[in-house]
């Protein structure tokens, strides 16, 4: 049987029945995982140690953190900086929607809209409407609206979902970035402290030792915890933008009545390798 022709026996199957998946948030056991580690490898080598070195200041700590929370807000506006533990929660709960599955649910959809009309998407509306994109999308298509409209549209959506997270990122790199500098500027601040005790030799060595506290607070809370974050809003972001991405192809061609074929194609070249789907037997 040729190519066409399976195809063409698909088309005129059955019923199609759709299940859409609605993303939900689960704990991202990676990341979790990943600062639990490391922060414990910290804090072992620390136990470990010969000495009875005492690692904990408040003085340094409240300059790091209080500090850096200070320095980043000057950077941005409240409306922004209001969002941040959001922002910190997204990095570590992430909503889940496997490339693939979204790509099947994409070409049940559009197979029926081929072999029925998209008014016959008009039905699915609640069962899409688990994902608010995906349920925008189908609503375009059965209004009527063009594929090029539809991408405009949607497209708009995916560009402002883009800024949002890369202003949300920007933060947490911001924030990883100033917390070094103020655990240096908290080490000048405790060397200026030391000399000023000269004249007590048996109080330089501890003075020094809360002086090199902010530096290791600052090291530790940029480069283990907030830029590791960062760039996992990063990431996370790139994923859902990739899922719209696949929504917005799949509406378009839907408006376009364009063959599901040419559809599971384009969808698979957005799709990692990994991820790619074969639709059509």
Do not use: C
Request: aromatic residues 4%.
């Amino acid at each position: 049987m040729s190519t066409d022709a399976a195809q063409t026996d698909q088309l005129q199957a059955g019923p199609v029945e759709i299940r859409v998946a609605a993303p939900r948030m689960v704990p991202d056991f990676i990341t979790i995982l990943g600062l639990v580690f490391a922060l414990g490898l910290i804090v072992a080598a620390i136990a470990m140690g010969s000495s009875n070195a005492n690692f904990l200041n408040a003085p340094s700590f409240l300059i790091v953190v209080l500090g850096t929370m200070a320095a980043t807000s000057v950077s941005y506006a409240w409306s922004e900086l209001k969002h941040v533990p959001g922002i910190i929660g997204n990095a570590i709960l992430r909503r889940v929607t496997k490339p693939s599955v979204m790509a099947r649910t994409l070409m049940d959809i559009a197979v029926l809209a081929r072999k029925k009309g998209v008014l016959a998407l008009a039905p699915l509306e609640e069962e899409v409407s688990k994902d608010s994109f995906l349920g925008r999308a189908v609503q375009l298509v059965t209004d009527g609206f063009s594929g090029e409209d539809i991408e405009r549209v949607l497209g708009q959506e995916v560009d402002s979902l883009a800024e949002r997270h890369r202003r949300a990122a920007s933060i947490m790199r911001r924030a990883s970035e100033i917390a070094p500098a103020m655990g240096l500027i908290g080490t000048l601040v405790g060397l200026v402290q030391m000399l000023a005790q000269l004249d007590d030799p048996s109080a330089i060595g501890p003075a020094m030792a809360v002086a090199l506290l902010t530096t290791f607070y600052g090291a530790i809370m940029g480069t283990v915890i907030l830029a590791p974050l960062a760039a996992k809003l990063e990431r996370n972001s790139n994923d859902e933008a990739m899922i719209k991405t696949l929504i917005m192809t799949a509406a378009s061609a839907m408006a376009r009545q364009e063959n599901p074929r040419r559809l599971e194609l384009i969808l698979n070249s957005e799709l990692p390798p990994e991820e790619r789907i074969v639709y059509f037997e």
